[in-house]
């Protein structure tokens, strides 16, 4: 059983930045590529970025390409996610899973974006 707790989300103001983190625990066995996902209430969950278990190959949603950087520490199994210029389309609850989702999903972490 996987535990994942993300942190790190709040207010912000179009155009901050916020980072994310994503703490997992318990039987996380072998390294695994890493995601992170958004829903907004009465949508479905969507991707936004990816990173490999070695941190070597990344990738992002277009909505967010250029902005977000995601990134990881393996030694802590953390991933983060640093969020620049954000828009109000970006309010959403986070949340961190393998990639493709292999574990039940965390609390996620609240990012209000007010213009």
């Known amino acids: 059983q996987v535990q994942l707790v993300e942190s790190g989300g709040g207010p912000v103001q179009a155009g901050g930045s916020l980072r994310l983190s994503c703490a997992a625990s318990?039987?996380?066995?072998?390294?695994?590529?890493m995601a992170w996902f958004r829903q907004v209430l009465g949508k479905e969950r969507e991707f936004v970025a990816a990173?490999?278990?070695?941190?070597?190959?990344?990738g992002y949603a277009d909505s967010v390409k250029g902005r977000f950087t995601i990134s990881r520490d393996n030694a802590k199994n953390t991933v983060f996610l640093q969020m620049s210029s954000l828009k109000p389309e970006d309010m959403a609850v986070y949340y961190c899973?393998?990639?493709?989702?292999?574990w039940g999903w965390g609390q996620g972490t609240q990012v209000t974006v007010s213009s």
């Open positions: 318990g039987r996380t066995g072998t390294v695994y590529t």
């Open positions: 990173i490999a278990n070695n941190g070597g190959s990344t």
């Open positions: 899973n393998s990639f493709p989702a292999n």
